[in-house]
C-alpha cells in the first residue's frame, strides 16, 4: 500500500507565473485535503474534498487558489498569479472514512516565489 | 484566540528522559485528538490518536485526554536523539466536515 504521493517535490518560480501541484491520495482513501504551511507555523487547512465534491474552503484561499478532484483520485491545487507571500510548503492529507479519522499526510510540495 | 494551543519550544531533554508535551484548545465540542511528529524539511507523521479521556500507550508513547480542562499532552519515554522534532497537536471537532486544526507545535531536542 503506497502512501500520500504529491508531485512536484519543489517548485521555485518568479512572482505573477500560476503553479499546479498534484496529490495522489492512498488509493481507498475517498477523502482529501490541502494544507499549507510556513516556518514555524503548524499546517493552516485550505479545502477539503469528499471524492470529488469540494466540501469546505478556507476563508484564508483567496480567489487565485482553486482547487479541484475531477474523478475523485488525484486532486489539483492551482495558484494564480503568485505572490512572494505564497512561498510556503503545501500539504496534501487523505483519510478513509468519517469512522476513520486519521488523516495521512504527503511528503509536500516547497513553493518558493522569487 | 488561538484554537489550538503549544509551547512553542524549544523543549530540550537529555537521552533517556520523559520528554512531556501539552496543548490546549478551545473548541468544546472537539471529538478527535492527534500528534504528529514533523523532522525538519519532511511533512507531519502521525504518531497518536486519542478519542476519549484519560491515558492511551503505544510503545514508548502515552497520549492524555482531559476533555474537562481541554488538555491532551504527549509523553515520550526514555527519549532518544531521533525523538528530536517539531510534534504538532491537532484537534478535529464533529462540526463542519471534520476539519482538523493544527497547533504550532513544540520543538524538541534530546541531548544525548
Same mark, same amino acid.
Given at each position: ?17 500560476? @503553479? ?24 493552516? %487547512? ?18 487565485? %487558489? ?49 | ?32 485528538? %492527534? ?7 519532511? /511533512?507531519?507523521?502521525?504518531?497518536? /490518536?486519542?478519542?476519549?479521556? #484519560?491515558?492511551?500507550?503505544? #510503545?514508548? %508513547? ?47 531536542? @534530546?541531548?544525548?
Amino acid at each position: 500500500d503506497t502512501g500520500v504521493s504529491q508531485d512536484p517535490r519543489h517548485k521555485i518560480t518568479k512572482r505573477g507565473q500560476n @503553479v499546479t501541484f498534484r496529490c495522489d491520495p492512498i488509493s481507498e482513501h475517498n477523502r482529501l485535503y490541502w494544507y499549507r504551511q510556513t516556518l514555524g507555523q503548524g499546517p493552516e %487547512f485550505l479545502t477539503y474534498f469528499q471524492n470529488e465534491a469540494q466540501l469546505e474552503k478556507s476563508r484564508l484561499l483567496s480567489d487565485r %487558489f482553486s482547487a479541484e478532484r475531477p474523478k475523485g483520485s488525484f486532486s489539483t491545487l492551482e495558484i494564480q498569479r503568485t505572490e512572494q507571500g505564497d512561498s510556503a510548503m503545501y500539504l496534501c492529507a487523505s483519510s478513509a472514512s468519517m469512522r476513520a479519522r486519521e488523516q495521512y499526510f504527503g511528503p509536500g510540495t516547497r513553493l518558493t516565489v522569487t | 484566540q488561538k484554537e489550538v494551543e503549544q509551547n512553542s519550544g524549544p523543549l530540550s531533554v537529555p537521552e533517556g528522559a520523559i520528554a512531556s508535551l501539552n496543548c490546549t484548545y478551545s473548541d468544546r465540542v472537539s471529538q478527535s485528538f %492527534f500528534w504528529y511528529r514533523q523532522y525538519s524539511g519532511k /511533512s507531519p507523521e502521525l504518531i497518536m /490518536s486519542i478519542y476519549s479521556n #484519560g491515558d492511551k500507550e503505544d #510503545g514508548r %508513547f502515552t497520549a492524555q485526554l482531559n476533555k474537562a480542562s481541554q488538555y491532551v499532552s504527549l509523553l515520550i519515554r526514555d527519549s532518544q536523539p531521533s525523538d528530536s522534532a517539531t510534534y504538532l497537536c491537532a484537534v478535529r471537532g464533529e462540526t463542519s466536515y471534520d476539519k482538523v486544526i493544527f497547533g504550532p507545535g513544540t520543538s524538541l531536542s @534530546v541531548i544525548p
